[in-house]
């Protein structure tokens, strides 16, 4: 098998991107949509029929050399193991899924061209994340994803709120950035590369203070694209792109880059236990607040934004726990029900007539029963319905937690199970709001194209299923994602079963604590409430506000004092003195030049007066 | 030499002073003219006082070159009196101040 083969995965959505950039406005409506769908079903098939090269050690190949500068040599290499293949085949199978869903969803669009062009730019440069064998490469596509997250967010950039989205996302993400950046550098000082198993081989030789420092610095990296606290603040704002870019960036695939960063980089990662525990606290204490945020709010995609954030939490507990299988687990299995419920959320909207807020819909079980089934199939593997993906995965992530020593881990345990009923009481919440009862507005449907109807039994199967991926040992499995990733599986820490079975029951509890505590209360349309404590959570924490009046106030009055205190007084008042002051001077001057003759010839006859006196004073000093 | 220095150069200061004076003070531009050859002159003959005194050619030599040079103001300043005489009527030097600042 050819290994070049393997930049097809790559290339394939750019050239898709490029042609619908460049001459997508020229194509007939119905190509554009179909150029991107086939460029990024080929790469996925590619990724498909190339698998056997992730085998073992992986595959490692260079198409050019794209930097050359000293001891610094980069290139535009592939790596092609376990863990990027995997990650490869879901991020291909599930935009392929989005995309076919959009070119449904965006049926009605005009500018479809510059939709479907930086929908494959997207992919092409999450999988640049994914594939890179370096980690400026890596770096490349984190960028690349930054933008084209810009760019969809702010689709409909006629509106200045979906605009302002857009520019949130992409400035909050940034401060991540810059720590990753600083993190890359550091590296490349200390090791002289930054080729990805390279780094992981050679992290042992850094000492143990300056890799904790590294490893946070990853980790602000990984928040700052994760959207996790304290960089989370853009996630619920960036629904305001189409819902397509909302499944496949913030639910599919960007927002899970910081993950799988760290995961990439778990060798580093592990060096650290310190830093590896403020990544679980972090991950907990996230999980805790959006699942709090999410129980709050009106809008159905701003439910699942805050439940994307929570689950995010949950993966980031599990690479602080040591298991990068359960981390990825969790990231596939979320990947798929994710997906869906954007997907089924979408298909809602368009038959509310593009309405958003859950206290206008209800019934909509009645008016769609295939829509209501896929979205339950999602909402169950969210809340964590016994036997469905959702379940093994956010199990294996609290089990492993659980495993780990220590007061803290027990802490980040018992956050992530009262998250696991909240996110059950929220799910179906919305899931009562939305679906039952009567419809409580004046609705004119929108006809669901067949795209959006047929795209979602493929990742309502895969999500129910998606235990199956990496089915624990207790329950007859043979843990089949573990053993694909192998020796990058993380440490993990054997359990007992009976402590799993225990667990696993406590959870299970959980799951039907929160259902029966939403039957309870939206079993029959309660309203709509206000109350104080409600804004609060509906606000994100008033997250936004604290931000605005931390660092976005201060920073105002910052820039006002060099505007006016510095720039307008002083810089521009001492140029303006100075100024000033020649002009006066050049006018007084300017006055002796009369233009009369006898003025100079005077001031011939003053200046000889003053050299005759100048001679006379130092002859008299020379005499005496 | 017959005549000690000093005197000479009192002389020649004298005639420098007289034709400064001439030319501070008088507004006409013929008399301004006249002043500066007085000064000239004065000069001319401290450096021909000078060159007897030391012995030496060089002061000689530098007083003829003065007279060439004065011939030569002195068509040129003459010939620009009977311009300006023409241009504006009058050749009283204040008259000409456009050169103001």
């Given at each position: 098998?050819?290994?070049?083969?393997?930049?097809?995965?790559?290339?394939?959505?750019?050239?898709?991107?490029?042609?619908?950039?460049?001459?997508?406005?020229?194509?007939?409506?119905?190509?554009?949509?179909?150029?991107?769908?086939?460029?990024?079903?080929?790469?996925?098939?590619?990724?498909?029929?190339?698998?056997?090269?992730?085998?073992?050690?992986?595959?490692?190949?260079?198409?050019?050399?794209?930097?050359?500068?000293?001891?610094?040599?980069?290139?535009?290499?592939?790596?092609?193991?376990?863990?990027?293949?995997?990650?490869?085949?879901?991020?291909?199978?599930?935009?392929?899924?989005?995309?076919?869903?959009?070119?449904?969803?965006?049926?009605?669009?005009?500018?479809?061209?510059?939709?479907?062009?930086?929908?494959?730019?997207?992919?092409?440069?999450?999988?640049?994340?994914?594939?890179?064998?370096?980690?400026?490469?890596?770096?490349?596509?984190?960028?690349?994803?930054?933008?084209?997250?810009?760019?969809?967010?702010?689709?409909?950039?006629?509106?200045?709120?979906?605009?302002?989205?857009?520019?949130?996302?992409?400035?909050?993400?940034?401060?991540?950035?810059?720590?990753?950046?600083?993190?890359?550098?550091?590296?490349?000082?200390?090791?002289?590369?930054?080729?990805?198993?390279?780094?992981?081989?050679?992290?042992?030789?850094?000492?143990?203070?300056?890799?904790?420092?590294?490893?946070?610095?990853?980790?602000?990296?990984?928040?700052?694209?994760?959207?996790?606290?304290?960089?989370?603040?853009?996630?619920?704002?960036?629904?305001?792109?189409?819902?397509?870019?909302?499944?496949?960036?913030?639910a599919?695939?960007?927002?899970t880059?910081?993950v799988?960063?760290?995961?990439?980089?778990?060798?580093?990662?592990?060096?650290?236990?310190?830093?590896?525990?403020?990544?679980?606290?972090?991950g907990a204490?996230t999980a805790f607040y959006a699942a709090t945020c999410a129980l709050?709010?009106?809008?159905?995609?701003?439910v699942l934004a805050y439940s994307t954030m929570s689950q995010i939490g949950y993966m980031f507990m599990a690479?602080?726990a040591?298991t990068?299988s359960g981390a990825m687990f969790h990231l596939y299995t979320h990947a798929f029900f994710k997906a869906l419920l954007f997907?089924g959320?979408?298909?809602?909207?368009?038959?509310?007539?593009?309405?958003?807020?859950?206290?206008?819909?209800?019934?909509?079980?009645?008016?769609?029963?295939?829509?209501?089934v896929m979205f339950l199939a999602g909402a169950l593997c969210l809340a964590g319905l016994p036997w469905s993906g959702g379940f093994f995965s956010k199990d294996g992530i609290l089990l492993a937690v659980f495993a780990?020593?220590?007061?803290?881990?027990?802490?980040a345990w018992l956050i992530g199970l009262l998250t696991a009923f909240l996110t059950s009481l929220y799910t179906f919440r919305l899931l009562f709001?939305?679906?039952?009862?009567?419809?409580?507005?004046?609705?004119?449907?929108?006809?669901?194209?067949?795209?959006?109807?047929?795209?979602?039994?493929?990742l309502a199967l895969l999500g129910l299923a998606g235990g199956l991926i990496n089915l624990p040992?207790a329950y007859?499995g043979?843990?089949?994602l573990?053993?694909?990733?192998?020796?990058?599986?993380?440490?993990?820490?054997?359990v007992?079963?009976?402590t799993e079975y225990v667990l696993a029951t406590i959870a299970s509890a959980m799951f039907l604590l929160g259902a029966l505590g939403a039957f309870g209360?939206y079993?029959?349309?309660?309203?709509?409430?206000?109350?104080?404590?409600?804004?609060?959570?509906?606000?994100?924490?008033?997250?936004?506000?604290?931000?605005?009046?931390?660092?976005?106030?201060?920073?105002?009055?910052?820039?006002?004092?060099?505007?006016?205190?510095?720039?307008?007084?002083?810089?521009?008042?001492?140029?303006?003195?100075?100024?000033?002051?020649?002009?006066?001077?050049?006018?007084?001057?300017?006055?002796?030049?009369?233009?009369?003759?006898?003025?100079?010839?005077?001031?011939?006859?003053?200046?000889?007066?003053?050299?005759?006196?100048?001679?006379?004073?130092?002859?008299?000093?020379?005499?005496? | 030499?017959?005549?000690?220095?000093?005197?000479?150069?009192?002389?020649?200061?004298?005639?420098?002073?007289?034709?400064?004076?001439?030319?501070?003070?008088?507004?006409?531009?013929?008399?301004?003219?006249?002043?500066?050859?007085?000064?000239?002159?004065?000069?001319?003959?401290?450096?021909?006082?000078?060159?007897?005194?030391?012995?030496?050619?060089?002061?000689?030599?530098?007083?003829?070159?003065?007279?060439?040079?004065?011939?030569?103001?002195?068509?040129?300043?003459?010939?620009?009196?009977?311009?300006?005489?023409?241009?504006?009527?009058?050749?009283?030097?204040?008259?000409?101040?456009?050169?103001?600042?």
């Amino acid at each position: 098998m050819n290994a070049n083969l393997l930049f097809l995965i790559l290339l394939l959505p750019l050239f898709g991107g490029a042609l619908n950039a460049m001459a997508g406005s020229y194509l007939p409506r119905r190509l554009r949509g179909t150029l991107a769908v086939v460029a990024v079903a080929a790469a996925f098939v590619c990724t498909l029929l190339l698998w056997p090269l992730s085998a073992a050690e992986g595959t490692r190949i260079t198409l050019f050399t794209w930097l050359q500068s000293g001891p610094l040599e980069i290139g535009f290499s592939i790596l092609y193991d376990a863990l990027s293949a995997s990650m490869a085949l879901m991020v291909t199978g599930v935009s392929t899924l989005i995309h076919l869903y959009a070119v449904g969803y965006m049926d009605q669009e005009e500018d479809t061209a510059r939709f479907f062009a930086l929908l494959n730019l997207f992919v092409f440069a999450m999988l640049t994340i994914v594939l890179a064998d370096n980690l400026l490469l890596l770096f490349l596509g984190w960028e690349g994803v930054g933008f084209c997250s810009y760019g969809l967010i702010g689709f409909w950039y006629s509106k200045l709120e979906n605009a302002q989205a857009g520019r949130k996302a992409f400035l909050v993400t940034r401060i991540g950035d810059v720590f990753l950046g600083i993190a890359l550098l550091w590296l490349f000082s200390l090791l002289g590369t930054l080729g990805i198993p390279e780094v992981n081989a050679q992290a042992g030789q850094i000492a143990s203070g300056t890799v904790t420092i590294l490893v946070l610095l990853l980790l602000g990296g990984a928040c700052g694209k994760s959207a996790q606290l304290p960089l989370m603040t853009w996630l619920p704002d960036a629904m305001a792109g189409p819902t397509p870019v909302s499944a496949l960036i913030h639910a599919a695939t960007m927002v899970t880059a910081g993950v799988y960063l760290l995961c990439r980089l778990f060798p580093l990662v592990s060096l650290s236990p310190a830093a590896m525990l403020v990544i679980t606290l972090i991950g907990a204490a996230t999980a805790f607040y959006a699942a709090t945020c999410a129980l709050a709010q009106t809008e159905i995609k701003r439910v699942l934004a805050y439940s994307t954030m929570s689950q995010i939490g949950y993966m980031f507990m599990a690479v602080g726990a040591g298991t990068v299988s359960g981390a990825m687990f969790h990231l596939y299995t979320h990947a798929f029900f994710k997906a869906l419920l954007f997907m089924g959320a979408g298909c809602v909207i368009h038959l509310c007539a593009e309405e958003n807020d859950i206290h206008k819909m209800g019934g909509m079980a009645g008016k769609s029963p295939f829509v209501f089934v896929m979205f339950l199939a999602g909402a169950l593997c969210l809340a964590g319905l016994p036997w469905s993906g959702g379940f093994f995965s956010k199990d294996g992530i609290l089990l492993a937690v659980f495993a780990q020593p220590g007061g803290w881990y027990r802490l980040a345990w018992l956050i992530g199970l009262l998250t696991a009923f909240l996110t059950s009481l929220y799910t179906f919440r919305l899931l009562f709001l939305v679906f039952a009862g009567t419809p409580r507005i004046e609705q004119h449907p929108h006809p669901l194209p067949g795209l959006m109807r047929w795209t979602l039994p493929p990742l309502a199967l895969l999500g129910l299923a998606g235990g199956l991926i990496n089915l624990p040992e207790a329950y007859g499995g043979a843990e089949a994602l573990r053993q694909q990733l192998g020796s990058l599986a993380g440490t993990l820490t054997p359990v007992a079963h009976q402590t799993e079975y225990v667990l696993a029951t406590i959870a299970s509890a959980m799951f039907l604590l929160g259902a029966l505590g939403a039957f309870g209360r939206y079993s029959s349309y309660p309203g709509r409430q206000q109350s104080l404590s409600r804004d609060f959570l509906r606000q994100g924490w008033q997250a936004d506000s604290l931000v605005a009046r931390v660092i976005l106030r201060p920073f105002d009055s910052l820039t006002d004092f060099s505007w006016k205190g510095i720039d307008l007084s002083l810089i521009e008042g001492l140029l303006q003195t100075a100024a000033e002051g020649c002009l006066k001077n050049g006018e007084r001057i300017s006055r002796l030049a009369t233009g009369r003759v006898s003025t100079y010839l005077a001031g011939f006859g003053w200046g000889l007066l003053l050299l005759l006196g100048w001679f006379l004073l130092s002859l008299a000093g020379h005499s005496s | 030499m017959i005549v000690p220095l000093s005197h000479l150069l009192i002389v020649a200061g004298i005639m420098f002073i007289m034709g400064l004076a001439c030319t501070l003070a008088r507004r006409n531009l013929i008399m301004i003219l006249i002043g500066v050859e007085v000064m000239i002159n004065a000069v001319g003959l401290t450096l021909v006082g000078g060159s007897a005194f030391w012995q030496q050619i060089d002061g000689q030599l530098v007083v003829v070159l003065l007279m060439a040079l004065t011939s030569a103001e002195v068509s040129i300043s003459l010939a620009m009196v009977v311009y300006l005489q023409r241009r504006k009527g009058t050749i009283e030097a204040d008259r000409y101040s456009e050169m103001k600042g």
